[in-house]
């Protein structure tokens, strides 16, 4: 288990793939971790240095007090990007782990050469959305929000198999300050104007099922930035990786060979 000390902060990481190959960040969505992505590393070209961590509050990463700032989110990625000594990534970042991702090109853009946004926007819903959800989750715990979460999530059909259990557990056993720290981060994040100032390439993934950034609101971040391109999978919701795992490789492994990212130069 790798767990990096950042001095007032742990995060639980992971490091698959060549030791010295093009380095990838994978970013996952708010009430899962770095598990996210099991699925999907396997299926990913040969070659790459693959680094995925649980935020914090998530999995087994320090669980600080509530609130967090979007911010601090990035920092802990660039603060862990630094740990394993990894820069000029391309970074894939779902859901909240979009909005991480867009923040960290527009802090650090020596780190991110590339981006993927997957299920997420620049801006994702409105305060007075969080504010209810916040005050639902202080009413009723996580597991309140739990079925309500599974809808956004995935397609009926998914929620009816047994995969669909693991992942209400996931969101349910995820640290209360956690979850609530990055509800607040989301509420305070808005990048429609920085998003549009980035010159990078970039891939905007979208599930025709997701619920919770519907394809349209994909989309549109994807505009903000020219020549980026959109991808839609059917039958996908918010988390494609899980439900389309083959589909969202092949998206991925024709931008990594798109972007000439196997062919970067790691020292």
Known sequence: MLMADLGDLRLHYQLDGDPGGAPVVLIHALGTDLRLWDALVPLLPKG?????????????SDAPPAPYSMGALVRDAERLMA????RDALVVGLSIGGLVAQGLAVKRLDLVRALVLSNTAAKIGNPDVWAQRIAQLHATGIEGLADATLERWFAKAYRQSDAARGWRNMVTRTPFEGYLGCCHAISGTDF?????GLRLPLLAIAG???GSTPPDLVRETAELVPG??????RGAGHLPCVDQPDAYAALLSRFIKETGHLEVNVE
């Open 208 to 210: 025709s099922e997701d």
């Open 48 to 60: 790459l240095r693959i680094l995925r961590y649980s935020l914090r509050g998530h999995g087994l």
């Open 83 to 86: 740990h394993v000594g990894m």
């Open 192 to 196: 429609y104007t920085p998003t549009s």
């Open 228 to 233: 980026a391109r959109f991808e839609l999978i």
